[in-house]
């Protein structure tokens, strides 16, 4: 199916790039506390007296896994949605969504106060956030990019990922600077809950953003256009999965699974793994925006199939620096931060690689379920399958072995990019298609 895109420039398209960035930041920021205190979480709501500590944190991480298969609910309600009415009314009301359910984690009840109720809160309001964040990316990607000017759809896409980055980045901060001021005690039994109610004034803000944000000139010339067959929008849904699995279960493993597997598996301190953390999520941050500058000049598929490829060869020797205790610390934390780096180079193009496989009214939908399918399966089960394996196994190269299988499928899906990747119409062709709504105008006019 031929991308079909519309690129009319709107007076304020760096408006429209903030508003729909924000709800990314604090989608991910949430997300990333979550995975960074998994242990404490585990230990105040997923562990029954004698229950082990290895159990608590598999439970947390299934509780993790369940929000992630919410998303593609999420992604197939708001999306039909947001392809039906409109990309603004829905981003306000799954930034609402969010902000209300991550802000009501922080004021839960432990199991030392309801027992087996307090879990169960918990998942329920994990499951509120799957569905809000499965609409979030869709109407989000849409907005930056069919806001983009012609020839800049993937440095505009990249800012979703962008924003990511400095959503797991401030969770890490948080955590670390809680760490660093909090005595162990203190963060296990308050501390913990500081950062998702922080989450309350950040969404606020991102609301009043969102509000005053204009709906996409796209938008509102195509959505009465034919409507794809189905089975082309189910085609095009499972090759974008199949394209950036990779980039899902690459990402969580280095960035947000990585604090309990170095605690849990390499009895690596609190405060070790998040360094480490920050490390891999400042080189992911770093690769973003130029991966997806350099993919408007030379197309999606050469940037997130360097990648995609380097992940493949280089995730185990990447592991295998970290377990051995006769590697120096900085070689140590080069290699974490050239982990996320490499993820970055199939973070920045991704968005707008997956935008560009639907036409304007199935776009939010499409998009977004292929992205939340792919971020399900792979990044949502990412720390139980790893925890689990480890667990069964005692392989502690399980995290790379996962992130290179899932990256070599990708390998595989990048290769069906054609080479002559039709990202932009030509300057001609836009001429054209102008003068023909100006003669379209002037003739109704007379």
């Known amino acids: 199916m031929a991308p079909t895109f519309s690129d009319r420039v709107p007076a304020r398209p760096r408006k429209a790039l903030v508003a729909g960035s924000v709800g990314n930041f604090i989608e991910w920021y949430e997300f990333g506390v979550y995975g960074y205190f998994a242990t404490i979480i585990a230990a105040r709501f997923f562990t029954p007296e004698g229950g082990s500590e290895a159990e608590a944190l598999v439970r947390t991480y299934a509780s993790f896994a369940l929000a992630f298969f919410f998303r593609p609910v999420g992604a ?29 984690i922080g004021a839960l009840p432990t199991y030392d106060t309801v027992g087996a109720l307090a879990p169960w809160l918990l998942t329920f309001l994990r499951a509120l956030q799957g569905l809000s964040a499965g609409g979030e990316f869709g109407g989000a990607v849409s907005v930056m990019t069919e806001f983009a000017p012609p020839g800049r759809r993937g440095l505009y896409g990249s800012w979703q990922s962008f924003t990511v980055a400095l959503g797991l980045l401030a969770g890490a901060g948080a955590a670390a600077l809680l760490a660093t ?89 609190f ?48 592991l295998n620096l970290l377990q051995d205790p006769g590697v120096s610390l900085t070689v140590k934390g080069a290699a974490v931060w050239g982990a996320g780096a490499v993820v970055g180079l199939m973070a920045g193009p991704g968005p707008a690689m997956l935008a560009e496989l639907f036409p304007t009214n199935v776009r939010h939908t499409g ?38 299988a899932t990256c070599a499928v990708s390998v595989l899906a990048l290769a069906t990019v054609p080479k002559a990747w039709v990202r932009e119409p030509t300057a001609a062709a836009e001429g054209a298609r102008k003068a023909t709504r100006a003669k379209e105008a002037k003739g109704k006019a007379g």
């Open 76 to 104: 197939a309600v708001f999306g039909r949605l947001g392809d039906r009415i409109g990309r603004r009314p829905v981003l306000i009301l799954v930034i609402a969504l969010m902000t209300g359910a991550t802000t009501l």
């Open 181 to 269: 001021v909090l005595t162990e005690a203190q963060l296990g039994d308050w501390g913990w809950r500081l950062p998702f109610l922080l989450t309350l004034p950040l969404g606020l803000g991102a609301l009043w953003l969102r509000l005053r944000l204009d709906e996409t000139p796209v938008f509102r010339e195509e959505r009465a256009a034919e409507r794809p067959r189905g089975s082309e929008v189910a085609a095009a849904i499972a090759l974008g999965a199949g394209r950036i699995m990779g980039w899902a279960a690459a990402g969580y493993t280095f960035l947000v699974v990585l604090p309990s597997y170095l605690q849990s598996t390499l009895d690596a301190s």
């Open 271 to 318: 405060q070790q793994a998040l360094v480490a953390t920050v490390l891999a999520n400042l080189g992911f941050a770093v690769t973003i925006l130029p991966a997806g500058w350099l993919s408007d000049r030379i197309g999606r598929r050469a940037v997130m199939l360097t990648g995609a490829v380097l992940v493949v060869v280089l995730a185990v020797p990447l």
């Open 367 to 404: 998009l977004g379920l292929a992205y939340a399918l792919s971020n399900a399966v792979f990044s949502g089960c990412a720390g139980l399958i790893i925890t689990e394996t480890v667990e069964r196994t005692g392989n502690v190269d399980i995290p790379a072995y996962y992130a290179a």
